[in-house]
């Protein structure tokens, strides 16, 4: 019985950032490439708008998404029949993530430098934004949530979700979808998907009476993902949250048949999905492919899952140890951290670069992704190392206000002079000297 995950041995060390990544690569899915795809699309619906949007959808999607904007009607009617299970499970999810991004919103300061100088910083919310919400192999009315109530939280005035129609509902968005959104009361709501829909976000769209929106969040496919690295700078984005990633750090205490779980149910995702065990115990590593082979006849979606395991984005790696398996897992920045070892506590204090990290054996992934309160939308490919993921704070700005009076501006007037006159910039001292003449 072959394995389905290769493995890499480092048990004689751990290499460079570089290496760790050429080693163990992400799905061969350039976002260069899919930039230069999408670009005439994106300035397609720039100059054309909605029927540039229509003529996307039935090219790539094969239907009419006519009416772009989903009546309230139709968000009234989900809501009426989804499941009341359902709506119990989502409830409960708003609950926590709310809950969470409460607790964690940002407080107003006030910093006294002088009995007449201080500087406040308070947190404002931005203008608007566009949240998407991807419809491809699944239905992610979780996305909803993560989407919405930390912006709700944050006080943004003005949200917009925008989510791809469906075949199998007559092209139209996934009710479940648009249930979560009446539950959260979003009304402004467009059955559009992929990179078209972040264009339209960005440019607006004048005929749907779609205005440009300041921030684009949520996750998607690597198409979504280059469609906002595009349009960075035009509006404001999150990060790139695309295709998912799994690292597991388990050592030989790990319950094999946990570990092979997790691994698949990210691999359950897409095709280009990323499942990584790191493990110093090689004995682990043959269970957790006993584990695997066994699980997968039994999933779902097992062709999927095991392209995504058999590619080159997954693996076991053997190291020497748990210090190496942190090195590890520190140079490769994966979106989603396990760390199934004794003394996690410990071995957390180690870790630097994760989107999010999951403690213990009854803390997977699918916890975070439903209902542990924490964010699903989160860093991929290596951004963990210089972002995070989406919470309350992605929706907030910081703003410094200055507030001097007269007698503490003069205490400046001399320090400010030698600075500007060494800075070539007299006239900065001039503004300071005039109010003192």
Known sequence: MSNLLRVVDLRAGVPSSAQVNQLVPRASLSIESAIAEILPLIDEIRVRGESALISATERFDGFDPTPIRVPQSELDSALANISPALKSSLTEAIARVRKVSEANLPKPVTTTLSPGGKVHQRWQPVDSVGLYVPGGKAVYPSSVVMNVVPAQVAGVPRMVIATPGQKAFQGRPHPTVLAAAAMLGITEVYN??????????????????????????????????????????????????????????????????????????????????????????????????????????????????????????????????????????????????????????????????????????????????????????????????????????????????????????????????????????????????????
């Not at 998907?193 to 749907?208: D, F, T």
Request: proline letters at 3%; zero cysteines; charged letters at 15%.
């Open 192 to 437: 559009v998907g992929g990179p078209a829909a972040i264009a339209a976000l960005a440019h607006g769209v004048p005929e749907l009476e779609l205005s440009p929106v300041s921030l684009i969040t949520g996750p998607g496919n690597i198409y979504v993902t280059a469609a906002k690295r595009a349009l960075r700078g035009i509006v404001g984005i999150d990060s790139e949250a695309g295709t998912t990633e799994i690292l597991i750090i388990a050592d030989s205490g790990a319950n094999p048949e946990f570990v092979a779980a997790d691994l698949l149910s990210q691999a359950e995702h897409d095709e280009s999905a990323a499942s990584v065990l790191v493990t110093d115990s090689e004995e682990l590593a043959n269970q957790v492919q006993i584990a695997l082979l066994k699980r997968l006849d039994k999933t779902s979606h097992a062709q999927r899952a095991k392209t995504a395991l058999t590619a080159q984005q997954s693996a076991i790696v053997l190291v020497a140890n748990i210090h190496e398996a942190v090195k590890f897992a520190n140079f490769y920045a994966t979106e989603h951290l396990e760390l199934q070892t004794e003394n996690a506590q410990e071995v957390l204090s180690l870790v630097s670069n994760a989107g999010a990290i999951f403690i213990g054996a009854y803390s997977p992934v699918s916890l975070g992704d439903y209902m542990a309160g924490s964010n699903h939308v989160l860093p991929v490919n290596q951004q963990s190392k210089f972002g995070a993921g989406l919470s309350v704070h992605t929706f907030l700005r910081a703003q410094q206000i200055i507030d001097y009076n007269k007698e503490g501006l003069a205490e400046t007037v001399s320090l400010i002079d030698s600075l500007a006159n060494e800075e070539g910039l007299p006239a900065h001292f001039e503004a300071i000297q005039a109010r003192f003449e």
